[in-house]
Structures are given as structure tokens and as C-alpha cells.
């Protein structure tokens, strides 16, 4: 089920990032087929498998990729597939013969589908970072954050997922639609550096057309303006309006009974000190549920500041059933909607038997090519998977 039905993806275990582009594919119909580590990495606690999101929708097996006969077996699997990611750092896949030039030999519409933060070339291709590095030399953290404070960290969503696992998951489609033209693959190669950059087009351009400030917190979206910002109720909980627009602007005034007249010009920069003073103090006076009551729903553009635990009750989250429980957990459910062909909903993370790994190999390879690698001793190298 989902519109990517059919597609037959290759993931290479990794983390961060390429898993999560392999979870949005497989949500949306994609076979996804991942090769852990016979050992794998530990990066500080290890959560429950079950609590593992990124790795939902898709079965696993483990081969040993320095093994000559596990990079046979993952040689193979790749020349069944329309597509691979790997997320290693350059040179990794090439030393163990995984690379591109070696894939396209068995398959040569491949998608090769790269995962990296600095990218396939330049001087920090090789150096270990993280989201925060990747996003500080984009512009991007230098913009975030209130004016006379340090920039703030948008946790990893920013670098690892919007500008890395979006950008990848694009590429990948575009180069599948590509490739059903040409008959030829190519490979993808998904830097965050680049996809955050991207993601700042619009910035670059306001600041080039002299609408835009270097110095943090004085923007329109970046706490700069009163009337783009988030607010302190009575109860310490938080809201936020962002009515831009100036007729918006005047109704959410009036909701809060302030006169538009008194902020003729809210443009008027030095008016914002008073207007921010008098909208802090209207806030204040109630509670945050308070505020939902009068303003949800209305022209304000108005919304409440919800905590993870809050935002799946959220009576819009509801009615669109935007959380799904699978397995005992909540999740949001796959995104965005199909008006024809709705993907199913996630399947749990779990780990797999050998047997259970077999299984996703004949179904993966069919039965007549299944058989010819278990005749040649070929299936010898699966072991299961603990992901």
C-alpha cells in the first residue's frame, strides 16, 4: 500500500538521517530491506528496539561486510533493488566494494542514495560533526535565537532530518523518475550543509534585498517583531500569534480588547517595545487554556505552545488521527495524505530472526533466484537482525 509500492530500497544501517529518509520511503509503500552490522554501533544508551521509530515499516538482516561472502550477499540484494542508501563517510562503501562503480556493474539503473553532513568532496568531508556543526556553518544557527542571547539549538530536526533526510528522500524520487527515462542510475549525493543552505533560499534573498538583519532576533519570523512571537500566560505556560498581516494583526487587538488605534503603524519599529510590553501584560492575565477558549480557531493566528505529551490530544491532531499507537507506542503516523493511495499504517520495529531474514529474501529476490542462492551456499551469510 502507498503510492511508493513496488520500490525496492537497500538500506545500510547507519544513523540519524539515513534512517529516517528510509522510514519516510518505506511509510509511503517503499520495500525497504536494511543491512545491520553483524555488531552494532553503540552511541551512548541504547533505547528498547520498540522506541527505535526511525527503524518501523522494514525488515532487517545482519551481514558481515568484511566478509567476502557477506558483501556477496549484500551484492546481490542490491542488484534486485531500484535503490540504496548508505550514510558512511567517504570511501567506507568503496574499501568494502559496495560502492557506486561496483553497484552499477550489477545494476545500472541503480539509485545510489548518499548520506552525509559535509558531503562526498571538499576540506571537512572526512571530519566527524554533528547537526550543530553542519547547521553552524550554513547561516542558519547564527539566525535562530532572540536578540542579545546566543543562538539557540533547534534540536536536530534543522540539519539531520529537514536538510538531510528531506533533501536525500527528494533526491532519490527525482533520480528514480530520471533513471525511467534514461535507463541509467546515478548517484545522489545528500550533504546537510547543502540541504540546509537550501533550506535558507528565502533569507539569502531577503537579506540581499536589505530586508533582513544579521543581528538575531530583529527579523520578522525570528522573534524580532511583537507580533511573530511567543507569549507567558498566567498558569507559565505559553502562546503564540503571528498575525503578519495587518488585518490579522487588528483582530487578534480587538480580541484582546486593545484598541488597533492605539498601534496605527505596527511597522513602526519604535513602537515595538510598547506593543511587545502591552501584549506580555494581556497574556499574563490568563491562563494558557484561557487564551485557547477565546482565540483558537480564529483569524488571530493563534496557537498554543504544547509539550510532546500534549500535542497528540490536540483536538486538530485528533480529528485528523495525525498519532497512531503501533506496538504500545505513539507515533505520528505517515505524512502527508494520498487521496487514492493511503499507506498503511507503521509496522512496530523489530528485530529479525535468521529465519524471519530468509523470509524477507525470498519474498525480496522470488523464489526461482532465492533458490539458485541457496543451492550456490549463498544464504550461508545472513544471520538475523538486532537493528
Known sequence: MGPLAGLKIVEFAA????????????????????????????LG???????????????????????????AMAMDVVAGADAVIEGMRPGVMERLGLGPDDCFKRQPKL?????????????????????????????????????GQPPSIPINLLGDYAGGSLYLALGILAALRESERSGRGQVVDAAITDGVSSLMTSMFGLMAAGMWKLERGTNIADSGTPFYDVYACADGKFVTVAPIETRFFEDLLRRL??????????????????MRETLAARFRTRTRDDWCALLEGSDACFAPVLTMAEAPHHAHAAAREAFVEVGGVQQPRPAPRFSRTSPALPRAPRASTRDEALASLRDWFGEARYSQLEQAGKLAAVQGSEA
Open 111 to 147: 539509485v545510489y542514495g548518499r548520506m552525509t553532513g559535509w558531503g562526498q568532496t571538499g576540506p571537512l568531508a572526512d571530519a566527524a560533526a554533528h547537526d550543530l556543526n553542519y547547521i553552524a556553518v550554513t547561516g542558519a544557527l547564527d539566525a535562530i535565537g532572540r536578540a
Open 45 to 71: 544508551k541504547k533505547r528498547p528496539l520498540q522506541f527505535d521509530l526511525l527503524l518501523r515499516n522494514r525488515e532487517g538482516m545482519a551481514l558481515d561486510l568484511k566478509s567476502p561472502e557477506g558483501r
Open 257 to 274: 480588547d486593545i484598541a488597533p488605534a492605539d498601534f496605527p503603524d505596527r511597522w513602526d519599529r519604535t513602537q515595538w517595545p510598547r
Open 15 to 42: 544513523v540519524g538521517p539515513a534512517p529516517m529518509c528510509a522510514m519516510l520511503l518505506a511509510d509511503l509503500g517503499a520495500t525497504v530491506l536494511r543491512i545491520d552490522r553483524v555488531t552494532p554501533v553503540e
